[in-house]
């Protein structure tokens, strides 16, 4: 079974583990690229008739639901969903298998735990104070995309004051790495919308001892990764067993070690739903699957983002 995925190696390496011990009869090929080349080498290959993809998985609202929109779904319902929120079902045969939170990370050494901001109002007031010393991902990267274009549904005005607040003092990278390292060295004291992925990388290893991550309390977007059968797959049973299995209480139980936010009950995870959960509160979460008119508002949303960064 071929697999698309934005997750990298690490992250899926306890899921593929989970899923070819339970089926000893499939191998998963997992291939990691980012969801715009997901999405152009499906088109590429389905086009020139070799073999493509069976299950993609994918984080881009956008381009999934314009993925569907274009016929490449194999509109399958999973048994699973009657166990999960109604939130689990993100489109016709779209399923989250997933709420990846959007964390805040600090530098200890420069910013002490006692004063980091515990939400985005308070980092974005301290921001011109800390011109260039902050960092976040470009709206170009569908992470950032997805946590600004939440925050503002959100938060409305009062949102797109603070991100405009934060623009002209914060320093933009491509990805997540990036944004790390110049934060681990130093380059940034602190940095927002980062993917929750590193919350794995940072506990139990030498960068707790210099990174600490955080659940901003008005500003945690939950980012659902979705995932979904191809219509042209070769293998459409497999990779219906791959998702019912992603879905299920043992799938979601691999998908925490790999650092994914499983958020089906019963399921014990540092870093579920219930942890987020904990910090920010129920009335805070911000959840509940795609934005409303998230398609027809994207490039507005971004073009006001890029005036407010310079960029």
């Known amino acids: 079974m071929l697999l698309y995925t934005n997750a990298d190696a690490d992250q899926m390496a306890p899921i593929a583990k989970a899923f070819e011990a339970k089926y000893a009869g499939i191998e998963l090929r997992v291939l990691n690229m980012n ?3 997901t999405f152009q080498r499906y088109a590429t290959e389905t086009a020139t008739g070799v073999r493509t993809a069976d299950v993609v998985m994918a984080t881009d609202a956008v381009g999934m639901l314009n993925f569907v929109g274009d016929g490449h779904v194999l509109d399958y319902t999973d048994p699973n969903l009657a166990n999960l929120p109604d939130y689990a079902q993100l489109a016709p045969g779209v399923v989250a298998m997933s709420e990846d939170p959007l964390v805040a990370v600090y530098n200890t050494a420069l910013i002490p735990k006692d004063k980091q901001p515990g939400d985005l109002t308070s980092l974005a007031k301290l921001s011109q104070s800390l011109k260039g010393k902050i960092g976040t991902t470009d709206i170009s990267n569908s992470q950032s995309f997805g946590a600004v274009s939440s925050y503002v549904t959100e938060h409305g005005d009062a949102g797109w004051k603070n991100i ?14 990036n944004l790390m390292q110049k934060l681990a060295q130093g380059e940034y004291q602190a940095t927002y919308f980062v993917a929750g992925s590193v919350r794995a990388l940072i506990e139990g290893e030498d960068a707790a001892k210099i990174l600490n991550y955080t659940y901003l309390t ?3 977007p939950l980012l659902p ?3 979904a059968v191809t219509r042209k797959a070769s293998s459409p049973d497999a990779g219906k067993l791959f998702v019912n299995f992603l879905l299920s209480v043992e799938g979601q139980e691999a998908a925490c070690e790999g650092g994914f936010t499983p958020y089906r009950d019963g399921v014990e995870c540092a870093y579920g739903l219930p942890a987020v959960e904990a910090v920010v509160g129920a009335d805070n979460l ?5 934005p409303k008119g998230i398609v027809e508002n994207k490039d507005a949303i971004a073009a006001r983002w890029k005036k407010a960064f310079g960029r």
Not at 164 to 177: I, K, Q, R
Request: glycine share 24%; no cysteine.
């Open 35 to 37: 969801d715009p080349q």
């Open 164 to 177: 405009e607040a934060l623009g002209p003092n914060t320093g933009v990278e491509s990805g997540n790495g």
């Open 218 to 220: 008005d500003g945690t």
């Open 225 to 227: 990764r979705a995932v």
């Open 286 to 290: 911000m959840l509940g699957g795609y």
